[in-house]
């Protein structure tokens, strides 16, 4: 069965620093990669995807994520977090037009 | 545009009660409709999909049953609610190839 692993349940960090979250998937053929973010209180929005090409993607607010596919891995970057950069953040993987499958969650808190 | 309706919002219900919770879809045809059960810690646990009318696929086992009667229309139902169906549900859509919009989500507490 297709599962998504998210490695990192929380996160603590303070502004400027460096974040990486790591996202693994388990299925071998084509997939479409997603991460999401939820801010406290809000809805979950998209911050970038991979379907093809360029395994580097950007996204909103200044994220990146690398899908490198001999990994099952697709890591989202962001060089310099600020603290408004505190939400849930979860990584999403379909295998097929139909099921979309979500990772556990990675909550990042920013400190001041 | 497309916009994506969940309601209600927040919902009490005692054990044993029957529950319906509706989502609709405006400004897309044919949509692929989910629902998922966030709780903390676990993340969003897809518990049902539907790709047509009258057709739902169920991930998990449960107490919860999912209906799609119109193309933009999905509905999570129970017959009998149980102490362990609070949660909070999450309806979403997406095209057949593309990201997944969520609605705004229903908080659900059995007491």
């Known amino acids: 069965a297709q599962s998504v692993s998210q490695h990192n349940h929380h996160v603590i960090l303070s502004e400027a620093a460096s974040l990486e979250l790591g996202c693994n998937y388990s299925?071998?053929?084509?997939?479409?990669l997603f991460w999401y973010v939820q801010y406290p209180g809000q809805h979950l929005q998209l911050l970038l995807k991979y379907f093809s090409g360029d395994p580097l993607v950007k996204g909103i607010k200044g994220f990146e994520a690398e899908f490198i596919k001999s990994k099952f891995s697709f890591n989202l970057r962001k060089p310099s977090v600020q603290w408004s950069d505190t939400a849930e953040y979860f990584c999403a993987v379909n295998i097929d037009d139909y099921k979309l499958s979500f990772g556990a969650g990675t909550t990042v808190t920013v400190r001041a | 545009s497309q916009t994506i309706h969940q309601w209600p919002a927040t919902l009490v219900q005692p054990v044993g009660s029957p529950l319906s919770l509706e989502c609709t879809v405006e400004g897309t045809s044919n949509p692929n409709l989910y629902w998922y059960r966030q709780a903390a810690g676990r993340g969003l646990q897809l518990l049902f999909y539907?790709?047509?009318?009258?057709?739902i696929s169920s991930e998990v086992p449960q107490n919860l049953s999912a209906s799609r009667p119109q193309d933009r229309q999905f509905i999570l139902s129970s017959k009998k609610l149980l102490l362990s169906d609070s949660g909070f549900y999450l309806c979403a859509w997406r095209p057949r190839q593309g990201e997944a919009f969520f609605g705004q989500g229903t908080r659900l507490t059995v007491v």
């Open positions: 299925y071998g053929g084509t997939v479409n």
């Open positions: 539907s790709v047509g009318i009258g057709q």
